[in-house]
């Protein structure tokens, strides 16, 4: 019996404006995240009795710490010969060699990510909010998690972060990469899962007392968002060639989860 499978075709990479200039789907999503997340901190803020003062500068640190983070994640952990091969453009949206180009922010790493937003709400809290870290991430968290999926939503737009190939009926032809297989949408089945998660720890503050223990939701963010990537890497084609068996059987993306996910048992089960 044939299997059907969705062949993915994509016209463009993004909207067309000024000429070349592109607006890449990729950067689309990221827009779309740091949009929704400063409405649901500033829904979170209202509850909290916060100022939108301090919503404002949050919304400054989230970003820059985001950003930053993750491309100083995917350079080290991915892609460290670009510090020699082409250094300006680890910093910058523009690739200079061989040609310059406009790329936009390309090549970030979650994990990075994730060290970046924790360092940029450690400096928020010290200087604006004076509360306790791990009060503003037990918050953060919740826009973090839906904005992760439209990140991963991004990639699929891309046909990058592709699974291994697959003879599975979800799996999805990028005609993209001038391949006529199917692979597994890793894309997809990480975007879904931070769904779930979303609504999870949503579900979580909203509806229950677990946000007085400070750091409890932060740990349990840790251990779901982190736990679902280990799975799906088993799913996911190796980011960096030579790494499927990196460290005891694990590619990059497991290895690097594995720390998180104890930071998390811990958070959720230290003492008071």
Not at 2 to 10: A, H, S, T
Not at 43 to 67: A, C, H, R
Not at 163 to 183: H, P, Y
Request: proline share 2%.
């Amino acid at each position: 019996m044939e299997i059907l499978q969705f062949v993915w075709d994509p016209t463009s990479e993004g909207i067309s404006i000024f000429g070349k200039f592109t607006i890449y789907y990729y950067s689309l999503m990221w827009m779309l995240a740091f949009v929704l997340g400063f409405y649901i901190m500033q829904i979170i803020y209202k509850k909290e009795g916060l100022s939108m003062q301090k919503l404002d500068s949050l919304f400054v640190y989230t970003i820059v710490g985001t950003m930053i983070g993750a491309r100083l994640g995917h350079v080290i952990f991915y892609q460290f010969e670009l510090f020699e091969q082409d250094f300006f453009s680890v910093f910058l949206p523009f690739r200079f060699k061989p040609n310059f180009e406009f790329t936009g922010f390309r090549g970030l790493a979650s994990h990075g990510a994730a060290i970046g937003i924790i360092t940029a709400m450690y400096i928020y809290n010290t200087r604006i909010l004076k509360k306790s870290v791990l009060w503003i991430l037990d918050r953060i968290l919740i826009p973090v998690a839906i904005g992760g999926a439209f990140i991963r939503f991004g990639n699929f737009f891309n046909s990058e972060i592709v699974g291994k190939k697959t003879d599975s009926v979800f799996g999805i032809v990028f005609s993209k990469l001038g391949e006529n297989f199917a692979r597994h949408p890793a894309q997809l089945y990480e975007a879904f899962s931070y769904i779930i998660i979303f609504l999870i720890v949503a579900h979580i503050y909203w509806r229950t007392e677990k946000v007085k223990k400070t750091g409890y939701l932060f740990g349990l963010f840790f251990i779901l968002l982190w736990s679902s990537r280990f799975v799906v890497e088993f799913f996911k084609q190796a980011q960096v060639e030579g790494r499927e068996d990196w460290i005891f059987g694990m590619n990059t993306g497991q290895t690097l989860s594995i720390p998180f996910i104890l930071i998390g048992f811990y958070l959720m089960f230290r003492g008071k």
